[in-house]
């Protein structure tokens, strides 16, 4: 199981940009796909942006164009540029692996908050 620690998050004006980071505490290299997630309160967690070991990625619809997903296998670490961030775009940021069902035995971090707000 490999732990991770989000990164990166605050408050930001619409329009804004923010870069969150995730560390991980053992190797992501050839193993695991890898996810941000997000979640607001009373809803469920949903996939945002995935990326591959050999780095293909795929976005959920509401992010595409403005969000980047990029990991560097040498340092375990993930990271999801979000540009244009919209009020909807508020929420608490996870990283894990990809799919969800190893990203739960892994268990979740603490996540990163993401306010979006005038």
């Known amino acids: 199981q490999v732990q991770f620690v989000e990164s990166g998050g605050g408050l930001v004006q619409p329009g804004g940009s923010l870069k969150l980071s995730c560390a991980a505490s053992?190797?992501?290299?050839?193993?695991?796909?890898m996810g941000w997630y997000r979640q607001v309160p009373g809803k469920q967690r949903e996939l945002v942006a995935v990326i591959s070991s050999t780095g293909l990625t795929n976005y959920a619809d509401p992010v595409k164009g403005r969000f980047t997903i990029s990991r560097d296998n040498d340092k375990n670490t993930v990271w999801l540029q979000m540009n244009s961030l919209k009020i909807e775009d508020t929420a608490v940021y996870y990283c894990?692996?990809?799919?969800?069902?190893?990203?739960?035995?892994?268990?979740w971090g603490q996540g990163t908050q993401v306010t979006v707000s005038s």
């Open positions: 894990n692996a990809h799919p969800v069902a190893m990203a739960n035995m892994n268990g």
């Open positions: 053992g190797t992501i290299d050839s193993i695991y796909a």
